[in-house]
């Protein structure tokens, strides 16, 4: 598969077996933006992976443009193939990590900030310290969009249930010949145009666990704490949520 779109469209797959709203958080996120920063947007794209967020941030909004910023090497160098003729996309490395991070940045302010199924890996701190950072990114008025996992701890029957639905999902789909992440990982591995940073990701991610997992009015509080005026859900599911916050 040596075609930059069609990696970009694999991605996407893959992430839709275990996400199969997707698609739906992607719309009730970029309502907002429409709704709040009207039909030119500059956009942060944070954690941008392969540049799936963009993506459907130029189709729905042509005169968007779009910052993406990102740390993985793999996923960067499809989305570099993916926009290369896109000139309303800048793809920035950086780790949202390091303090400094926000200095590889074109500079801001940005209308809004967005992104998805992302800083859970980050630890409590480092998103702490991210969320202050944002404020000052976001211009006054502006927006924060986080869909991420939120799992609510008052819930737990629905919980197992949803979960036990989209295990039986995901096993008949994979069973179908969709890829999860190892074999995504795999494939790109043996790709001759994705295996040198397939292997620099390694390095990059050699000490990568999994963050801490908040319920979404642990984030909206963080929000606010960091100096976004509002904050609250604008679409949720059983285990995950859009979370919004205006600057």
């Known amino acids: 598969m040596n075609d930059w779109n ?15 709203d997707r698609e739906e958080r992607f719309r009730a996120m970029l309502d907002l933006v429409e709704a709040v920063a009207g039909p030119a947007p500059r956009v ?40 290369a003729e896109e000139s309303r996309i800048t793809l920035v490395t950086a780790d949202l990590r390091d303090p400094q991070w926000a200095a590889a940045l074109p500079e801001g302010p940005y209308d809004a900030v967005l992104t998805a199924t992302a800083l859970h890996w980050l630890d409590t ?13 976001v211009r006054p008025g ?10 609510e701890t008052d819930i737990p029957l629905l919980r197992a249930a949803d979960e ?7 096993e008949r789909e994979l069973a179908e010949g969709v890829q999860d992440w190892q074999g995504w990982w795999a494939a790109a591995a043996a790709d001759p145009l994705l295996a040198e940073p397939v292997a620099a990701r390694s390095a990059v991610y050699r000490d990568h666990k999994d963050g801490a997992v908040h ?10 704490d960091a100096g976004f ?19």
């Not at 069609?6 to 996400?19: I, T």
């Not at 036990?164 to 995901?170: C, D, E, N, T, Y």
């Not at 319920?215 to 606010?224: E, G, I, M, S, V």
Request: proline share 5%; hydrophobic share 45%.
């Open 164 to 170: 036990a639905f989209q295990q039986r999902r995901r």
């Open 125 to 137: 701190p480092d998103l702490l310290r991210l969320y202050g950072d944002l404020a000052g990114l």
């Open 229 to 247: 005026r509002e904050a609250g859900v604008a679409w949720r599911s059983v285990s995950d949520s859009l979370v919004a916050a205006v600057r």
């Open 215 to 224: 319920p979404a009015d642990w984030h909206t509080a963080r929000l606010l």
């Open 44 to 83: 942060l794209d944070l954690a941008c992976g392969t540049g799936s967020i963009s993506e459907r941030l130029f189709t729905r909004l042509p005169a968007a443009v779009s910052v993406g910023v990102d740390l993985d090497p793999a996923l960067l160098t499809i989305a570099h193939g993916h926009f």
């Open 6 to 20: 069609a990696w970009q469209r694999s991605w996407d797959r893959q992430q839709e077996w275990y996400m199969p």
């Open 142 to 151: 502006g927006l924060f969009l986080n869909a991420d996992h939120t799992p």
